[in-house]
């Protein structure tokens, strides 16, 4: 299922952060620059993606960029 979110927290240098779905009382879920397909991602950009649970937590995958913050 395709969930809408935003970016939260993003670390340029080290290409993550993370993002919360809309609507969701899911705590934040790691997204990495590798799932979104961009060069960079920005606090306040809006996503689309998947959500997968992996041993370390939830993680977005299959990210689209909807719309950028700046």
């Known amino acids: 299922m395709r969930v809408q979110a935003t970016i939260v927290r993003y670390f340029p240098m080290c290409g993550f952060g993370f993002c919360r779905p809309d609507g969701s009382k899911l705590?934040?879920?790691?997204v990495h620059i590798s799932?979104?397909?961009v060069l960079a991602l920005h606090e306040g950009d809006r996503i689309e993606c998947?959500?997968?649970?992996?041993?370390?937590?939830?993680?977005?995958?299959?990210?689209?960029?909807l719309s950028f913050a700046g």
């Open 27 to 30: 705590s934040n879920v790691f």
């Open 35 to 37: 799932d979104a397909g």
């Open 50 to 65: 998947e959500i997968d649970s992996t041993e370390r937590g939830l993680k977005a995958v299959r990210v689209k960029v």
